[in-house]
């Protein structure tokens, strides 16, 4: 009991108000929205699910709400890459069930030696306590179901907070339009101060780098995680080194970019992956029936492959036209070059017109075979 109250006091007496996202640029009328949300819910503990793609700062603006909210908060915990962090093994989930709930309790009551050897400790220690719980990047529905499922033991001024990038695990959680934020891409003037804050360390360009800013803000295609990887990368560089830079930044995705925009293409199933590849070297910005009429045959179950894809944020239909993000896109062609890149010919798409017209003069078997099949009066 004297550790407990010493911890207590510790952390209030330690609490100072963070300004660590102050500057953060458009982020004070996103939470506003958040905020407006679940001030309209009627469910006494509150749950909000911030979702989007990959790099659109769903985490940033859950930490912002967090410590805005928590100083309310007897017990507060922010549990973070809840993904990347606690996998499922094979066939048994209940083992990693305790480990997430450890977790949890962990930080919440701030002691190390909690042991939860069973399911219904969670509930035994947090029943009637009033809790501030973000689970960030949450990609799997058992994790939910370890933490966030059973709301009615906690106390009713609780509040939990999801972030992820699939709308169909809120669905589940039986969320409806009032408990789901839906992040939205910066605005270009918003996209250009984001950039410029890491880029040059102000809300705008240097005299001389105004264009090259704006199209460095183009390339990144409003993703604040492309905007702040490119910005830092070319901070304190001469305007020459910008020009030179370009041509890459064009072409190849950055190593952090693609690493986090890959987790999500990584975890689809082997169908969904390949309808990936498909959209991103050919059908983007195609109507959705055109799609599924040119892939009816292909055995990949577009009809669910496509929602799939939507849901987990990595396409976007609008008007029945199917819309994918530039660097998402960029990320899919890229996975594919990598397939050979050495011999185009080995890969299963050819984008760039130089390589089709090589391949297709190598061998050229395969290019009377395509002639006959576009222009049959070709061979005769």
Request: proline share 3%.
């Amino acid at each position: 009991m004297i550790n407990k109250i010493a911890s207590d006091v510790t952390a209030v007496l330690g609490f100072t108000p963070s300004k660590d996202f102050d500057d953060f640029i458009g982020i004070g009328a996103r939470i506003i929205e958040i905020k407006s949300k679940l001030i309209l819910q009627s469910e006494e503990v509150k749950v909000i699910g911030v979702v989007g793609p990959p790099g659109i700062g769903k985490t940033t603006i859950a930490r912002v709400l967090f410590n805005q909210l928590s100083p309310g908060f007897p017990f507060s915990t922010f549990l973070e890459n809840i993904r990347g962090s606690y996998e499922k093994p094979c066939g048994n989930d209940y083992q990693v069930k305790l480990c997430l709930q450890k977790k949890l309790l962990s930080q919440i009551f701030n002691q190390r030696d909690i042991e939860v050897r069973h399911l219904g400790v969670a509930q035994e220690m947090m029943s009637d306590k009033k809790v501030l719980v973000v689970l960030d990047e949450v990609g799997s529905w058992w994790q939910l179901a370890a933490t966030a499922d059973q709301r009615g033991w906690l106390d009713p001024r609780s509040i939990i907070i999801i972030t992820t990038e699939d709308k169909k695990l809120l669905k589940a959680l039986g969320l409806g339009i009032n408990h789901i934020y839906q992040m939205e891409f910066p605005t270009s003037s918003e996209s250009l101060q984001i950039f410029c804050q890491y880029a040059f360390g102000q809300t705008s360009p240097y005299y001389g780098f105004e264009s090259l800013a704006w199209e460095v803000t183009s390339l990144s295609g409003d993703l604040p995680l492309g905007l702040r990887v490119m910005g830092s990368y070319l901070r304190g560089m001469s305007r020459d080194y910008w020009i030179d830079a370009l041509p890459r930044l064009r072409s190849s995705l950055d190593t952090e970019i693609e690493s986090t925009l890959r987790f999500s293409y990584d975890v689809l199933s082997d169908k969904d992956k390949a309808l990936f590849l498909h959209i991103a070297c050919f059908f983007v910005g195609f109507g959705e029936d055109f799609i599924k009429r040119c892939l009816e045959k292909s055995g990949l179950d577009v009809n669910h492959g496509l929602q799939v894809l939507a849901n987990k944020t990595l396409i976007s239909i609008e008007n029945r036209y199917v819309k994918m993000h530039c660097l998402l896109q960029q990320m899919g062609r890229e996975i594919v070059k990598k397939e050979s890149s050495e011999e185009p010919g080995d890969r299963q798409f050819l984008m760039d017109t130089m390589e089709i017209s090589d391949v297709l003069e190598e061998d050229t078997e395969f290019f009377f075979y395509i002639c006959s099949l576009l222009f049959p009066w070709f061979i005769r």
